[in-house]
């Protein structure tokens, strides 16, 4: 299959730290892929790259036949890539519509008043949250932050979503709803890079998985190839013997 997303030689230093080096990969259109590896591997600065939240040291990275490398996040976005952050940045103060009509600014299809209302009650539908759709974001419960955060990216009408452990601190109830979630997603086409640690969401999801140690690429195979590969194993033991 030809790449979708493609990262080639992506590098970014902080002062003297080499928190991603000299890192390729790609991901075909409709695959979920997962980018794995111990804390501090250096993933978020990836998906921070790549939704343009932060610049390359160097390397390239291109969506289809664009080059996403030196865009700006809104620009970006536009390009069809949408992501979910690690802490949600909900504005509490606001109904959980309103927030999701914030986003919908910003993504590739601009849509304002009575347009925007119906297509962030779209997309909250679509994550299970349009009975919460008049609260105050700020009163939502955990899980129902993430569908919010979720639905914020969803707004945004994504080729490439790009999830940061969304999966991350539900009960294991939750977690098969969310499971099921992205499961549609990709059903819908969406193609998904997806940084996690719940490895039974892992297992159930990627079909793959790029994994990292201290920046650099350990392994980039199907998802239990990759996690019995001798290299991935030691980090990860590492990290439970640091
Ligand atoms: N803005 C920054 N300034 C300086 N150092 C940073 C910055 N962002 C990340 N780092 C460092 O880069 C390295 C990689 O961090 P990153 O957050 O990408 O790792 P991660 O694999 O996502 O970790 P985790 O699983 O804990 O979220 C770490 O050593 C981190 O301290």
């Keep these: 299959m030809s790449p979708f997303l493609q990262v080639s030689g992506l590098t970014r230093r902080f002062g003297g730290l080499v928190a991603v080096n000299d890192l390729s990969f790609?991901?075909?259109k409709g695959e979920i892929v997962g980018l794995l590896g111990p804390n501090g591997s250096g993933k978020t600065t990836v998906l921070n790259m790549i939704s343009g939240h932060l610049p390359p040291s160097d390397g390239q990275i291109a969506l289809a036949d664009t080059r996403l490398s030196g865009l700006g996040p809104h620009k970006i976005a536009r390009q069809g890539v949408a992501r979910t952050f690690q802490l949600v940045r909900a504005l509490p103060s606001l109904s959980v519509t309103e927030n999701v009509i914030v986003a919908?600014?910003?993504?590739?299809?601009?849509?304002?008043?009575?347009a925007a209302r119906l297509e962030a009650l779209k997309r909250l539908e679509q994550v299970g949250l349009a009975h919460r759709a008049g609260q105050q974001a700020g009163d939502l419960t955990y899980i129902d932050q993430k569908r919010m955060e979720l639905a914020r990216a969803l707004a945004a009408d994504p080729q490439l979503l790009l999830l940061d452990e969304w999966l991350a601190g539900l009960n294991p109830t939750e977690l098969q709803t969310g499971i099921e979630l992205i499961r549609g997603l990709k059903s819908s086409g969406i193609t998904i890079l997806m940084v996690e640690h719940v490895m039974e969401a892992i297992r159930a999801l990627c079909g793959r998985c790029v994994i990292m140690n201290a920046g650099i690429k350990i392994a980039d195979a199907p998802t239990a190839e990759a996690l019995s590969d001798p290299a991935v194993v030691t980090a990860y033991l590492g990290e439970q013997h640091a």
Excluded: I, Q, T, Y
């Design 26 to 28: 790609s991901v075909a």
């Design 104 to 114: 919908l600014a910003f993504g590739r299809k601009r849509l304002w008043g009575e």
